[in-house]
Every structure is written in C-alpha cells, then in structure tokens.
C-alpha cells in the first residue's frame, strides 16, 4: 500500500496570507490527523477528522481549520498567517475502527512565513 | 491529562555501545505508549508500541522497550548503536481517538 502523501512538502507565505495543506492517507483509513512540530514547541496535536467529522481539537487559535471529504482525504487551512506558524505540519492516517490505532504519518509540509 | 517526559535532549553514543534512551508518563488510565524516530526532512516512522500486551516490546532495527508501570516508565534501548541511528527519537502516548501526546524528543548522536 502507499503511504501517506502530503502536498505540497514545501511552502514560502508571507504574513497575512492564508494557505491550504494536503493529505491523502493510507488506502482504506478512515481517520486523519494532523500535528504541528516547531522547535519550540515540539509536536502539538492540532485536529482530527473521522468520516468527515472533526472528532479532536487540539489548542490552537481558529485561524487553524481543517476538513475531510469522503475519500477520506484532508486538507487544513491556515489564514492570516503569523511569523510564529511557520513549522513542519504532520498529518498521519489510522484505519480509525478501533483502539489503539497506530498513527502512520506522512513526510510533512514545511511552511516558513515570512 | 496524559503527557510525557524525555529527558536531555541530545544524546550521544558510540558506534557499538547501548542506546537507552528514557520516557516517563503520566496517564490516569492505562496508556498506550509509542516511539516514533524522524529522519531529518522525514515524517515520524514507528519503532515499537505497548498496547497492554506484553511489558516487552521489541521493535525495528533492533530496538526494544520495557513497560514499566510501577516506575510509569517505557524507557527504549539498543544493545549496539550504528550510525544509521542517529536520529530524533520521541515517545508518545495515546489519548482520546487518536490523539497522542508527544515528549520533546531526543536527538541520537552516534560518535564513530
């Protein structure tokens, strides 16, 4: 099976712009979730979507959204981008059935804001 | 709420020596608890995961990790580092639907 592919991996916004995040999971898996990692920071959990509903939501501000259709592909959006959301963002896909499902993640799209 | 600890940062090891690498804890009702590693320009690829089964799990390239729940512990280890190691590495543990709580992580430095 093919893994989890995110587009585009790398991105340049500038301040005040908005911008849009892809990720196609795994084959058959139902969930989605997607992780912001800053030096700072570290990994933070940001949301997840089963089935085209938002199940989790992480603490982060609601210029961050996100959203999934039903070929289970996600897509989040970031608008009025700050210098501070610059970051590696995750998303990782679980067939969603059950617990624990072991979350497969992508390569990550590296947004710098500048 | 769940969480998790890592300790020190940066760790560095000689080509052939022990790798342990420490994750504490803290969940209110039995955890479920992973090690992701990062390449550098990489997603997280899992190591291993406990999932209530056994306290010993074993994972790729050789890694290990013991469950611990007196010591809230699922410290991972190595026997023999190569270079192909050095790495980030991070513990997790699992909450809610698919929602996991990462440690700091730890970068592997393997010294030739």
């Known amino acids: 099976k093919a893994g989890v592919t995110q587009t585009p991996r790398y991105l340049i916004k500038t301040r005040g712009q908005q911008v849009t995040l892809s990720c196609s999971p795994i084959?058959?898996?139902?969930?989605v979730s997607w992780y912001q990692q800053t030096p700072g920071q570290g990994l933070q959990f940001l949301f997840e979507?089963?089935?085209?509903?938002?199940?989790n939501k992480g603490n982060f501000p609601g210029r961050f959204s996100g959203r999934q259709f039903s070929n289970s592909r996600s897509e989040m959006n970031v608008s009025t981008l700050e210098l501070g959301d610059s970051a590696l963002y995750l998303c990782?896909?679980?067939?969603?059935?059950?617990?624990?499902?072991?979350?497969?993640f992508g390569p990550g799209t590296r947004l710098t804001v500048l | 709420a769940q969480s998790v600890t890592q300790l020190g940062s940066h760790v560095s090891v000689s080509e052939g020596a022990l790798v342990l690498l420490r994750c504490n804890y803290s969940?209110?009702?039995?955890?479920?608890l992973f090690w992701y590693v990062q390449y550098p320009n990489q997603g997280l690829q899992l190591l291993l995961k406990?999932?209530?089964?056994?306290?010993l799990v074993k994972g790729i390239n050789g890694f290990e990790a013991e469950f611990k729940k007196s010591e809230t512990s699922f410290h991972l280890t190595k026997p023999s580092a190569h270079m192909s190691d050095a790495a980030e590495y991070f513990c997790?543990?699992?909450?809610?639907?698919?929602?996991?709580?990462f440690g700091k992580g730890n970068q592997v430095v393997v010294i030739p």
């Open positions: 990782a896909s679980t067939p969603g059935q059950g617990s624990p499902d072991t979350q497969y």
């Open positions: 997790a543990v699992l909450y809610g639907n698919n929602r996991l709580a």
């Open positions: 969940s209110s009702v039995p955890p479920y």
């Open positions: 406990y999932t209530s089964a056994a306290t």
């Open positions: 084959s058959g898996h139902r969930s």
């Open positions: 979507y089963f089935s085209e509903t938002q199940r």
